[in-house]
């Protein structure tokens, strides 16, 4: 057993890595972010600073690249992610946005979401979905992104407009604002913070839980600065939210799947190392022995005691 604690609150950053400490092409580094920094040890992952590690705040580098050539992407990667299977290695190249056909039966099994569930254990997929995408699931399509499919290959539930508004559910894009143009222009607008005590409230009451915040892998292919630093300081004030409500025994775990937005120089992927930040105590002793972004699920079965 690795730990008494029973509660892992999970969020998934698509596209971020460890880029340059340069302002001029890594928004990382040209943002403002607060909350961030000071969980942190003020530091942020950058090549000149790629670990640091105390008993209650951590982050290590993790390999995103899985020992194939060519640029990582998000089916591969977030199989990986999420299964602790080596995907790319699995299908002799990396693939995506969603997997390749050939890993569905290894997301199905093998999946932690599944594992947690079975287990007894309280799992939670926070982000909340419109009409529209699960008219796109009812006929039949499967061009989902692991997550997503990893749930309906599951069984496991995906949230509505209606837990949204319930604050039950999160939106992807954090503040609900996009959620007017689908058609629900009674979804008001929330402020960062308040989306991230939601968050941690949720952490409360189960055993892990999951946000996915896509916009920084969205942000990274526009090339856009100003854009990419407004994503990352949205989620900065997500952060801070969930700091300030978190309860003490609720482990803290953010990584990614590739690189992409760290390095604006580029519009694809890169095969730069991603961060892993864990916060919260014992930090230090989650973050021992993983070095790959296919150490991280078998990491978190271990700490829940699975």
């Known amino acids: 057993m690795e730990n008494k604690r029973k509660t892992i609150a999970f969020i998934f950053l698509d596209g971020l890595g460890i880029g340059p400490d340069d302002a001029s092409v890594n928004p990382v580094i040209a943002a403002k972010l607060p909350a961030l920094s000071s969980m942190f040890g003020d530091v942020i992952p950058s090549v000149s600073n790629q670990q640091l590690v105390n008993s209650n705040y951590a982050f290590v580098p993790l390999d995103a690249n899985l020992h194939i050539e060519g640029l990582p992407q998000s089916g591969t990667g977030q199989t990986a992610l999420f299964t602790g299977i080596n995907a790319a290695d699995y299908i002799g190249k990396h693939f995506g946005p969603y997997p390749y056909s050939t890993l569905h039966p290894v997301i199905e099994k093998q999946n932690i979401f599944r594992k947690i569930h079975e287990s007894k254990k309280r799992f939670y997929f926070a982000n909340a979905y419109p009409k529209q995408f699960f008219d796109y699931v009812n006929a039949g399509k499967r061009r989902l992104t692991v997550t997503t499919l990893a749930c309906i290959l599951s069984g496991l539930p995906l949230h509505t407009a209606d837990d949204l508004r319930n604050g039950q559910a999160i939106s992807a894009d954090i503040t609900n604002e996009r959620w007017d143009t689908l058609g629900y222009p009674d979804i008001a607008e929330i402020p960062a913070e308040e989306a991230g005590r939601r968050f941690a409230g949720l952490a409360k009451d189960h055993d892990f839980v999951l946000f996915e915040y896509f916009l920084t892998d969205h942000a990274g292919h526009k090339q856009d600065m100003d854009n990419a630093v407004q994503v990352l300081e949205r989620f900065d004030g997500f952060l801070n939210g969930f700091r300030d409500s978190m309860d003490e025994t609720t482990l803290l775990v953010m990584t990614s799947d590739h690189g992409n937005i760290e390095d604006l120089r580029t ?36 700490w829940l005691n699975i």
């Open 267 to 302: 519009k694809t992927h890169t095969r730069n190392a991603v961060p892993l930040w864990v916060y919260g105590n014992d930090s230090a002793k989650f973050v021992k022995g993983i070095f790959s972004i296919t150490d991280v699920a078998p990491k978190i079965l271990r």
